[in-house]
């Protein structure tokens, strides 16, 4: 795995610097564990038991990223980057035929809009309403904190099986 270039989020930031500095730490930790791979290594179920791949990861915090910040938050009429589910599940876990080139790009293209929405709002107090439900800033930049670190434990276990590396 390439040398780890992540910043590492401050201990003594306020509320709103802490939040975003944590998301992108995870953010910048999935892109740690894909760094070096090959477009087949990226789409390798390497768990026998499961389905996952780190380039089906990559798509689905894209797809995240896309729905939280600038659907929910932003109320933009976007549609998903790959929509739908195939056979129970969603689209952007079926890898097989899809371009690792595309989907970093939109990935990375979803992170630096989710930024832009995020510092749109004054204060992590600030609501959206959202299906009948009041959805705060500072809700969505932690449930995205462990969006990611959920998927990042998949994404830790998954490269082990694929090349060794371990590590944070």
Same mark, same amino acid.
């Given at each position: 795995?390439?040398?780890?270039?992540?910043?590492?989020?401050?201990?003594? =930031?306020?509320?709103? /610097?802490? !939040? +975003? %500095?944590?998301?992108?730490? *995870?953010? @910048?930790?999935? =892109?740690?564990?894909? /760094?070096? !791979? +090959? %477009?087949?290594?990226?789409? *390798?179920? @390497?768990?026998?038991?499961?389905?996952?791949?780190? !380039?089906?990861?990559?798509?689905?915090?894209?797809?995240?990223?896309?729905?939280?910040?600038?659907?929910?938050?932003?109320?933009?009429?976007?549609?998903?980057?790959?929509?739908?589910?195939?056979?129970?599940?969603?689209?952007?876990?079926?890898?097989?035929?899809?371009?690792?080139?595309?989907?970093?790009?939109?990935?990375?293209?979803?992170?630096?809009?989710?930024?832009?929405v995020a510092s749109s709002f004054n204060s992590l107090d600030d609501t959206v309403e959202f299906r009948g439900e009041i959805i705060s800033l500072r809700y969505v930049l932690t449930h995205m904190i462990e969006e990611y670190a959920r998927h990042n434990g998949h994404a830790d276990l998954l490269?082990?099986?694929?090349?060794?590396?371990?590590?944070?």
């Amino acid at each position: 795995m390439n040398d780890d270039e992540r910043t590492y989020p401050s201990k003594v =930031a306020d509320d709103r /610097a802490s !939040l +975003t %500095s944590f998301l992108d730490y *995870q953010r @910048a930790t999935l =892109a740690l564990k894909c /760094a070096g !791979l +090959t %477009s087949e290594q990226l789409k *390798q179920k @390497a768990i026998p038991t499961s389905g996952l791949t780190l !380039l089906g990861l990559v798509r689905h915090v894209a797809s995240v990223e896309r729905s939280w910040f600038r659907w929910i938050m932003n109320v933009e009429d976007v549609k998903m980057p790959w929509p739908g589910k195939i056979d129970g599940t969603f689209a952007e876990f079926h890898v097989e035929d899809a371009d690792v080139g595309e989907a970093f790009t939109v990935w990375r293209e979803e992170c630096a809009r989710a930024r832009a929405v995020a510092s749109s709002f004054n204060s992590l107090d600030d609501t959206v309403e959202f299906r009948g439900e009041i959805i705060s800033l500072r809700y969505v930049l932690t449930h995205m904190i462990e969006e990611y670190a959920r998927h990042n434990g998949h994404a830790d276990l998954l490269r082990e099986a694929i090349d060794g590396t371990v590590g944070e």
